[in-house]
């Protein structure tokens, strides 16, 4: 069982940034995958970046690549993600996921634990 929080998220102009971060708190928090989906009004929930447990491999959704970065503190059970050059189709519900996996699926599916969503919104 694991419980996870986001913040960080807000208002912000074109080509800002910001930085959310996820806590889980649980049972148990070992070998866990995180990641970061967002669904924006109107569209349907959309991968953004995974993290594995010891921060050796991640991945990037073709949209934000080279923008946003993944990392993870495992010693305070933290996810983060910061957000650079923000553009107006960055506007979301940022949701943080956990997985029991070694690997980093990036299929909503294959995560079993989700926080409930913090807002990103980015002016014109």
């Known amino acids: 069982q694991v419980q996870l929080v986001e913040s960080g998220g807000g208002l912000v102009q074109a080509g800002g940034s910001l930085r959310l971060s996820c806590t889980a708190s649980?049972?148990?928090?070992?070998?866990?995958?995180m990641a970061w989906f967002r669904q924006a009004p109107e569209k349907e929930r959309e991968f953004v970046s995974t993290?594995?447990?010891?921060?050796?491999?991640?991945y990037y959704s073709d949209s934000v690549k080279r923008r946003f970065t993944i990392s993870r503190d495992n010693a305070k059970n933290t996810v983060y993600l910061r957000m650079n050059s923000l553009k107006p189709e960055d506007t979301a519900v940022y949701y943080c996921?956990?997985?029991?996996?070694?690997?980093?699926?990036?299929?909503?599916?294959?995560?079993?634990?989700w926080g409930q969503g913090t807002q990103v919104t980015v002016s014109s």
């Open positions: 996921a956990a997985a029991k996996t070694r690997y980093v699926p990036i299929y909503a599916r294959e995560y079993d634990y």
């Open positions: 649980g049972r148990t928090f070992s070998n866990i995958a």
């Open positions: 993290i594995s447990y010891s921060s050796s491999n991640t």
